[in-house]
Structures are given as C-alpha cells and as structure tokens.
C-alpha cells in the first residue's frame, strides 16, 4: 500500500473513532442522566399526537424519577399502561384524578388532545417518572430512522465496502 493508501485508511479510521467516540458519549449521556434523574428512561420521543398542543411529535422529554404519592393533578407522566393496552411502548398522558384505595395511590389519566380519559387506572408500578424537560422535535430525527433501524446498517456497510475497496486501488 502507497501513501496515498495509507492517509486513506488513516482518514476512514479517524471517522470510525469518531463514529465510536460518538456512541461512547450518547451512552455515557444516557448512563449519567438514570443516576442523576433516578429513572431507567430518562429521554422519551413524543411518538402520538395525544398530547397537543403541550407536546409534539417529535418533542424530546426528559423524565425525572417520582414516587407516587408525590403526584399530582396535571402532572404529565410516563407510565406502562395495564394489560391488553400495554404493547411495549410506554404512554405519556396528564393525570386527572388521584384517588387513594386500600392505602394505595390510583391515578386516572388522558392525554390532552383526547376527547375521553384513558378506559383504565394506574398505580403507582405503572409509573415510570414524570416530565421535568421538553426539547422541541429534536427527536423528529430518532422516530424517522425508528423503523429504519436495519436499512441504516446495511446502509453503512455498504459504504465501508466502497470506502474499503477505494483505498485498494
């Protein structure tokens, strides 16, 4: 390999540090805010519209971690909603009620653009944290590669093929 092969390769490996530096710092980001925010989902994207005008699609939240009984109405909150509603993806809605049952906390919540309140109560183990922060659609970006997740990687080592099969020649 000349030396133009090899400021190539020094180039295509300065982007792949680059590339991991990256991803080493969003995860570091991620690390610090569940400490520091005492919640396992610290950032939420806004995937529905159930919430407008307050928050977008797109909108990026940032959840703080809450015990239950320190609630309150109009809190707007992360939660698992109950069986046969709950498909893997956790719902943001305003709490409506808060009623106290057999020493326990039950929580009634909608989202603001709905017409009707969520069919179902919570308590507290459905909560995951309440919303402390709102970015505007700076996650616009997160919920279009969502479903892209797969093409994006082929995507990139199609490119490292062609970068790679360049710098041989």
Request: charged share 15%; net charge positive.
């Amino acid at each position: 390999m000349g030396s133009e092969g090899k400021k190539k390769l020094r180039e295509v490996l300065s982007y792949i540090i680059l590339i991991i530096v990256a991803f080493a710092a969003t995860e570091a980001i991620q690390i610090a805010a569940r400490s520091i925010l005492n919640v396992d989902t610290p950032f939420v994207v806004v995937a529905s519209g159930s919430m407008k005008p307050t928050l977008n699609v797109g909108d990026l939240l940032i959840i703080g971690g809450i015990n239950s009984s320190n609630l309150k109405v109009g809190d707007i909150i992360i939660f698992r909603p109950p069986k046969p509603y709950w498909n893997g993806v956790p719902w943001v809605h305003r709490i409506i009620i808060i009623q106290h049952k057999d020493g326990n906390v039950i929580i009634k919540t909608k989202g603001d653009a709905n017409t009707y309140p969520d069919p179902f109560w919570l308590t507290g183990e459905n909560v995951i944290g309440k919303v402390i922060g709102r970015i505007p659609y700076i996650g616009m970006l997160s919920l279009a590669l969502k479903n892209w997740t797969i093409p994006t990687v082929i995507i990139i080592i199609i490119l490292a093929i062609i970068i790679f099969m360049s710098m041989r020649e």
